[in-house]
């Protein structure tokens, strides 16, 4: 007995001849001479727009330190002038060098800070003597050995407050 076969929902497959497609395009002598152009063209003028756009971009980079060299030659020479001003010197020299003219006397205030800045209860100094904890010697020892041997330079190193691993130092 023979199987009803369903409908096939698709279309029945087409087999499309390569040879006809091909043969349908017509290549002129022409035409391949312009494509070749073509694809010379682009080989060529692909690095040639990616070294103009590089240089466009060195040309501006240069450009900007010029303007920047050109601005610090501006400063310096505003500076020159200033030095060849005789009361400037003058001044530079009083302010830098505390330089004074004969006959002047000079005050030179020390600790000219604000009231409110200055500490307001100061200790006062013990007559009785005290006993620390700590081994100073050993803790010199630690300080030096661990900084020698720091791979970084900002090892925090505590004063006054015993090391809780012991070291073992080696005996000859």
Same mark, same amino acid.
Request: charge should be neutral; hydrophobic fraction near 35%; avoid cysteine.
């Given at each position: 007995?023979?199987?009803?076969?369903?409908?096939?929902?698709?279309?029945?497959?087409?087999?499309?001849?390569?040879?006809?497609?091909?043969?349908?395009?017509?290549?002129?002598?022409?035409?391949?001479?312009?494509?070749?152009?073509?694809?010379?063209?682009?080989?060529?003028? &692909?690095?040639?727009?990616?070294?103009?756009?590089?240089?466009?971009?060195?040309?501006?980079?240069?450009?900007?330190?010029?303007?920047?060299?050109?601005?610090?030659?501006?400063?310096?020479?505003?500076?020159?002038?200033?030095?060849?001003?005789?009361?400037?010197?003058?001044?530079?020299?009083?302010?830098?060098?505390?330089?004074?003219?004969?006959?002047?006397?000079?005050?030179? &205030?020390?600790?000219?800070?604000?009231?409110?800045?200055?500490?307001?209860?100061?200790?006062?100094?013990?007559?009785?003597?005290?006993?620390?904890?700590?081994?100073?010697?050993?803790?010199?020892?630690?300080?030096?050995?661990?900084?020698?041997?720091?791979?970084?330079?900002?090892?925090?190193?505590?004063?006054?407050?015993?090391?809780?691993?012991?070291?073992?130092?080696?005996?000859?």
């Amino acid at each position: 007995m023979a199987r009803p076969s369903a409908p096939s929902s698709r279309s029945p497959r087409r087999s499309v001849d390569v040879r006809g497609w091909l043969g349908g395009i017509r290549l002129s002598g022409f035409m391949v001479i312009m494509m070749g152009l073509v694809v010379l063209a682009a080989f060529v003028l &692909v690095p040639t727009l990616g070294t103009y756009i590089e240089q466009q971009q060195r040309i501006a980079a240069l450009e900007h330190s010029v303007q920047v060299t050109k601005e610090e030659v501006a400063a310096l020479e505003r500076e020159q002038r200033r030095w060849s001003d005789p009361a400037y010197i003058t001044t530079q020299a009083r302010e830098r060098l505390y330089y004074v003219r004969p006959g002047e006397v000079v005050y030179l &205030v020390d600790n000219d800070l604000d009231p409110s800045q200055l500490p307001q209860d100061e200790q006062k100094v013990s007559d009785e003597l005290t006993r620390t904890k700590v081994d100073w010697m050993s803790q010199i020892v630690r300080s030096v050995t661990a900084s020698g041997t720091a791979s970084t330079a900002g090892v925090p190193i505590t004063i006054g407050v015993p090391d809780p691993t012991p070291t073992t130092t080696p005996t000859p």
